[in-house]
Structure formats: structure tokens, C-alpha cells
């Protein structure tokens, strides 16, 4: 499937009608503040949308009201105009096409979905989409290594060639390179969950041998013998996500921040101790509490734990088998590693 199809997939998201999670009525689900109709702007998202509307942003498909005579109502685009009306007592979110430029030309009519308004900020995560992986230690036994560069190069860029080993009869012909990186423990229980493959480039197989022969295609970092060539499962970059909350009860933490940040704040990618083994899935939203600290009482100079606090919610992008990158979709307060998320 095209990324520009791909974008088509909001339709499921919108189409659940009042039909998963928690009920969601006036008095704990609509915030005090709304507004009675908002103007979609470029570069919102339907999460920002949502959440001018509703206190629990991940739950506005319950009552997204699908009008049967707007042309593809599952889709939002900028110029649109979202109302919250009530049908029987119920808040509802509605759809105007509202005002917006459309280009004709003759031929056969067909929607710009690439205006489509997104889920969530795809500029943040798409580098985490494609080029960030999770290994096990099995990996390193058995995957194709680089063992040189061309004319006894240290270093190789892109163009260059480079020299390979393990590469199998019925190899594929594209590969990311990757770098080993730092191991994911669990924190809790100091089992190993899955080892950072760090994204160096691309490389392309050119001739079969021991060493084989392959071409560096794009880099952006040095490549180095002792790289590791990644076959890249055949599919797209996912443009949509279904936010939910999770099917089961969940509890775990925050074990890293990707790009070394400390402090982790709205839109940073966080990596959790929660995988597809514990249920997780891409769509699922977590609540994050920052963890209580231990204190001094100063009266009778006992040690007292103070109690955790909400802190914001995420959004889990990516499922590995025992962890998930997740975005932070609101921070009301600083939060760091080892903080706490479960069910919102």
C-alpha cells in the first residue's frame, strides 16, 4: 500500500462510534473551555483537535458523528469545521467541509489525502519508524557483517563499496546498515529485553561471494567494518494510528529517551519495558506518572516515600517483542527515566 493510500486508514479510527472504552459523558469528558466549532488549521493534528474539545483527547472516535452525505467524511483537512453539538444528551464532535482551495483538472477526480490532517506529529517519529530497530543477541550470530571498505579505507560513505560476510545464497539485495548499541534492561527485573541496532545508512548486495560485494547507497554517519547489515522487512511507513486504551491492564516504565535528552517532555520518543508480549499494540495510549521520591521528614527524620503524580499521557508507535518506543503526547510536568505509565 502507498503512503498516500495509506492515509485512508483514519477511516477505521472514526468509524468507532461509541463502541470501545469508557463511557464518555459531559460531566468528565468535554472540557469546560470548548469551543463550539473549530477551524482545522495546517499542521494541526486530530489529537491537538480532540483535545480543544475533550479532557481525554485518545477517546474522540466515541463520539465522532459521521455525517453519511460529506464525500469521504473520514477524512479532516485543513479549512475544515469541527462543532461539538449533543444528540440525546450525548456530546458529539461534526463535520463541515467548511471553506478550502481545491485544484480541478480534467480526469478522473481524486482526493488529496497527502492534505489530510494526521493522527499524531508524523515529522517527530518517522526517523523511529523505519530507522530505529531492536535486536536480540541471537542477531549478532547470524547476520552479514561488513569486514572493509574499498582501497583499505577505515571508513566508508555513501557510493563507496564495501566488503561483506555471511551473506547467504538467497539473500535479499537491500539492508540497513546498523551499529550495535546499548542493551534494554528491564528494570525491575534486570532481564535483557532487546539490544538498539543504531541506523548508519543503506547498502545494496552487488555480487555473491565470501567476502560478497555490496555499494553504500546513503549514510548518515561513517560506516565502519564491524557494522551489521539489517534485511528490511517489506513494508510502508505507517501515516495513521487508532489511539485506544489498552484491551488489558498494564504497568511499566520509561527506560529510555531517544536522543539522549534528559528531562523527557511533549514530543519526545521514550522507550518503555512493555511489548507485544504484554499486549501492547500500535494505537495504545498510557498514562505517565512521575515517580514518587524518597524525603526526609524533618520532625522525625524518617525516611517517607512521597506518593507518584500524573504527569502526561503517550501514544505507542512501535511494538518490539518485550518493549515500545512511545511519543509524549502531553507533559504537565517534567518527567525523567524510571517513571511510571499504565492505563489512562
Given at each position: 500500500?502507498?503512503?498516500?493510500k495509506s ?6 479510527l472514526?468509524l ?22 473549530y477551524?482545522?488549521?495546517?499542521g494541526?493534528?486530530?489529537w ?16 465522532w458523528?459521521?455525517?453519511p452525505e460529506?464525500?469521504n ?11 461539538l453539538v ?5 456530546p458529539r464532535l461534526m ?6 482551495e481545491v ?7 481524486e482526493?488529496?489525502?497527502d492534505?489530510?490532517?494526521?493522527t499524531?506529529p ?8 523505519n530507522r530505529s530497530?531492536v ?8 547476520a552479514?557483517?561488513?569486514i ?13 563499496r ?9 539473500a ?9 548499541g546499548n542493551?534494554?534492561?528491564d528494570?525491575?527485573t ?18 555473491d561471494g565470501d ?5 553504500v547507497?546513503?549514510?548518515?554517519r ?6 551489521w547489515?539489517?534485511e528490511?522487512?517489506?513494508e510502508g511507513?505507517?501515516?495513521?494510528f ?13 527506560i529510555d529517551?531517544?536522543?539522549g535528552?534528559?528531562?523527557?517532555g511533549?514530543?519526545?520518543v521514550?522507550?518503555?519495558n ?12 498510557l ?9 526526609s521528614?524533618p ?6 516515600m512521597?506518593?507518584e503524580e ?6 505507542v508507535?512501535?511494538?518490539?517483542d518485550k518493549?515500545s518506543?512511545?511519543l ?5 510536568r ?5 517513571d511510571?505509565?499504565r492505563?489512562?
Open positions: 500500500m502507498s503512503v498516500r492515509l485512508a486508514l483514519i477511516a477505521g472514526l468507532l462510534v461509541a463502541s470501545i472504552g469508557l463511557p464518555l459523558g459531559a460531566a468528565d469528558g468535554v472540557r469546560a473551555d470548548h469551543p463550539q466549532q477551524t482545522v488549521q495546517r494541526d493534528t486530530l491537538d483537535i480532540a483535545g480543544r474539545f475533550l479532557t481525554r483527547p485518545w477517546l474522540w472516535p466515541e463520539i458523528q459521521v455525517n460529506i464525500r467524511p473520514h477524512l479532516i483537512y485543513p479549512g475544515d469545521i469541527i462543532s449533543y444528540v440525546d444528551g450525548e463535520l463541515d467541509r467548511g471553506t478550502r485544484r480541478l483538472s480534467p480526469g478522473v477526480r482526493e488529496q489525502l492534505e489530510a490532517i494526521s499524531i508524523m515529522s517527530v517519529i518517522r526517523p523511529f519508524l530497530h535486536v536480540d543477541e541471537d542477531f549478532f550470530n547470524h552479514p557483517y561488513i572493509a571498505g574499498e582501497d583499505e579505507r577505515v571508513m566508508a560513505s555513501a557510493g563507496d564495501i566488503y561483506i560476510r555471511r551473506i547467504a545464497d538467497d535479499p539485495v537491500d539492508y540497513a546498515v546498523v551499529r550495535r542493551p534494554y534492561i528494570p525491575d534486570g532481564e535483557m529485553l532487546g539490544i538498539a541496532a543504531t541506523y548508519v545508512g543503506d547498502a545494496r548486495l552487488q555480487r567476502p560478497a560485494t555490496g555499494q547507497r546513503s549514510s548518515n561513517e560506516v565502519l567494518p564491524g557494522d547489515l539489517l528490511m522487512p517489506p511507513t505507517r501515516m495513521q487508532h489511539p485506544r486504551a489498552p484491551d488489558q491492564d498494564v504497568e511499566g516504565r520509561v529517551v531517544m536522543d535528552v534528559g528531562q523527557i511533549q514530543y519526545d521514550v522507550v518503555i512493555l511489548g507485544r508480549e504484554q499486549g501492547m499494540q500500535d494505537g495504545d495510549v498514562a505517565m506518572f512521575r515517580a514518587g521520591r524518597e524525603i521528614d520532625v522525625n527524620r524518617e525516611r517517607v512521597l506518593p500524573r504527569a502526561g499521557e503517550l501514544l508507535f512501535r511494538t518490539f518493549l518506543f512511545g509524549v503526547m502531553r507533559a504537565s517534567h518527567m525523567e527515566v524510571m511510571v505509565v492505563n489512562p
